[in-house]
């Protein structure tokens, strides 16, 4: 199962993070956590939580460690390429979840619920609440 896990890059809700990892854990023998690679944030939480974890980098559809963490990064700071980093990461995933930061709702992680919600389940959590879409 490729679960897509993203969200504001100025919000770090570890505990949260580690629930949804154990429960994805519960519930899929093999995992594949999608995630953006920003150096802060969510997707940094996300990807420090699945190293601790042991999981394994890779996107190589034939290896057999059960579980994996694959970061689909922006190929240049443009805009154009964030947008298309997202997208990615909607295609590559079967369900999507995204934690917003308090406040007004970020548009990186909108765009990329937004793409996610046309095909595949999305759960989004904001200020304390978790809303499936
Ligand atoms: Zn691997």
Redesign the pocket.
């Given at each position: 199962m490729n679960v897509g896990i993203v969200g504001s890059r100025r919000y770090r809700p570890v505990g949260l993070i580690g629930r949804l990892l154990d429960q994805l854990e519960d519930a899929y023998p093999l995992l594949t956590i999608v995630s953006g690679g920003e150096p802060t944030g969510v997707d940094n939480a996300v990807a420090e939580a699945c190293r601790a974890r042991g999981y394994?980098?890779?996107s190589?559809r034939l290896?057999t460690?059960r579980r994996?963490l694959v970061e689909h990064l922006p190929t240049e700071k443009k805009r154009a390429a964030y947008f298309a980093r997202n997208t990615l990461i909607a295609k590559d995933s079967q369900e999507l979840y995204a934690f917003y930061a308090p406040g007004p709702l970020s548009p990186g992680t909108t765009d990329t619920v937004m793409k996610a919600d046309s095909h595949i389940p999305v759960w989004t959590h904001h200020e304390g609440e978790w809303v499936h879409n």
């Open positions: 394994h980098e890779c190589d290896c460690r994996h």
